[in-house]
């Protein structure tokens, strides 16, 4: 089975642009989150939804958005884009969200995103 | 509030050696999973273990064994017999059920590296 996939792998932007990211899930997943690691650091939960509906939001500001669509595959925008933003972006996924049991997160390769 | 820290930056050992990396958590949750990541340089977090807090049972997968006390609020990951394929970065990690469903909450990885 395929595993979590993400594109682009690299990008390259300008301050002030705005990106877009994409995570397709590992077939029958149904929540996605999204993760920012700053080098150096662990990973840093950004979003988190299911079932096409966001279920949790980290310390980021509102020019980070996200949505998942029907197929359950997923997108994260930033928009006015800062030096700082420049990170490595994860997708994680999982079967589903369940009230009294932790599911397995399964990460993507990632997108390295520089801002200059 | 959830933490997790990791103490140790980086490590270095020379292939065949036994190393441990060390994981304290917090939290006031009764209820909350324990996990380990491995991220070699693609940048991908491989999925290692979960364990549950009311399971502290200690596991052993081949080379790999894990260590998990309660009272001292660690979950520690040994390698046996290293070899020059462990050489990544470890990330343990902690989700709690008070909090985001499924979040998790990063330590900021300690960098081992086998020489051969």
């Known amino acids: 089975d395929a595993g979590v996939t993400q594109s682009p792998t690299h990008l390259i932007k300008t301050r002030g642009q705005h990106v877009t990211l994409r995570c397709s899930p590992i077939?029958?997943?149904?929540?996605v989150s999204w993760y920012q690691q700053v080098l150096g650091q662990g990973p840093q939960f950004i979003f988190q939804?299911?079932?096409?509906?966001?279920?949790g939001r980290g310390n980021f500001p509102d020019r980070f958005s996200a949505r998942q669509f029907p197929n359950y595959s997923s997108e994260l925008n930033v928009n006015a884009l800062l030096l700082g933003d420049s990170a490595l972006y994860l997708c994680?996924?999982?079967?589903?969200?369940?009230?009294?049991?932790?599911?397995?997160?399964?990460f993507g390769p990632g997108t390295r995103l520089l801002v200059l | 509030a959830q933490k997790v820290t990791q103490a140790q930056t980086e490590i270095s050992v020379v292939e065949k050696e036994d190393v441990t990396l060390d994981c304290v958590y917090e939290?006031?949750?009764?209820?909350?999973?324990l996990f380990w990541y491995k991220q070699p340089p693609s940048g991908e977090l491989v999925f290692l273990i979960r364990?549950?807090?009311?399971?502290?049972q200690n596991e052993i997968s081949g080379r790999y064994s894990w260590n998990f006390q309660k009272s001292t609020s660690s979950f520690n990951f040994t390698i046996t017999a290293s070899q020059v394929v462990d050489s990544a970065v470890y990330f343990c990690?902690?989700?709690?059920?008070?909090?985001?469903?499924?979040?998790?909450?990063f330590g900021r990885g300690t960098q081992l590296t086998v020489w051969p």
């Open positions: 077939s029958g997943h149904k929540s």
């Open positions: 939804y299911y079932e096409k509906e966001e279920r």
């Open positions: 994680a996924t999982a079967h589903h969200l369940k009230k009294d049991w932790q599911e397995t997160q399964y």
């Open positions: 939290t006031r949750d009764t209820t909350y999973y």
């Open positions: 990690a902690l989700s709690a059920r008070g909090s985001t469903l499924g979040r998790l909450y």
């Open positions: 364990r549950n807090s009311f399971d502290e």
